[in-house]
T-cell receptor, first 115, second 111 residues
């Protein structure tokens, strides 16, 4: 089946650091990937839709200059949290669309902790 | 707007008990409906799906039926196991778009 690899799985870093999270589709091409954020014991909230070769579409309230998304190839999307602060600590999960009528496949998520 | 409402948890059951987790949705048109499961410290796994009214999704003993008349997609399992302990998310999706999730329901099964 379709596999999505997300890396790193866990990051702990100091405030002010920029952190890059990668989301790769291993055995299929994904023109569209999604980035979600999950706070402890809460649901997943869509942050942005990442389309290969074009600018990401951000949800209302998500700072595009804070959360930089690059989808440079059909198998890789990256989320960079710039100048991270403790309030950015969260669980970030990506997903990829295999096809229009197919369910999304999720990465294992990245737990980001900013000290 | 489109939304998904799940029953509040946590749900605490003994092994072999019957499970129901209620899910209702608000949407226009005909979205696909999903149940995802999240084990502690892990990402999301697709549990089952249904793409049109009256479809029944099933997997690993779990079932859910797409009920358009009641806008529901309740998750059921006849006999739960300790290994079923996890957070369950109901979600809807229109073709090619992002998922809209419910808040999740924590299931805890004890032996």
């Amino acid at each position: 089946g379709a596999v999505v690899s997300q890396h790193p799985s866990r990051v702990i870093c100091k405030s002010g650091t920029s952190v890059k999270i990668e989301c790769r589709s291993l055995d299929f091409q994904a023109t569209t990937m999604f980035w979600y954020r999950q706070f402890p014991k809460q649901s997943l909230m869509l942050m942005a839709t990442s389309n290969e070769g074009s600018k990401a579409t951000y949800e209302q309230g998500v700072e595009k200059d804070k959360f930089l998304i690059n989808h440079a190839s059909l198998t890789l999307s990256t989320l960079t949290v710039t100048s991270a602060h403790p309030e950015d600590s969260s669980f970030y999960i990506c997903s990829a669309l295999v096809g229009i009528e197919q369910p999304q496949h999720f990465g294992d998520g990245t737990r980001l902790s900013i000290l | 707007g489109n939304s998904v409402t799940q029953m509040e948890g946590p749900v605490t059951l003994s092994e072999e008990a019957f499970l129901t987790i209620n899910c209702t949705y608000t949407a226009t048109g005909y979205p696909s409906l999903f149940w995802y499961v999240q084990y502690p410290g892990e990402g999301l796994q697709l549990l089952l799906k249904a793409t049109k009214a009256d479809d029944k999704g099933s997997n690993k003993g779990f079932e859910a039926t797409y009920r358009k008349e009641t806008t529901s997609f309740h998750l059921e399992k006849g006999s739960v196991q300790v290994s079923d302990s996890a957070v369950y998310f109901c979600a809807l999706q229109y073709a090619g778009t992002a998922l809209i999730f419910g808040k999740g329901t924590t299931l805890s099964v004890s032996s």
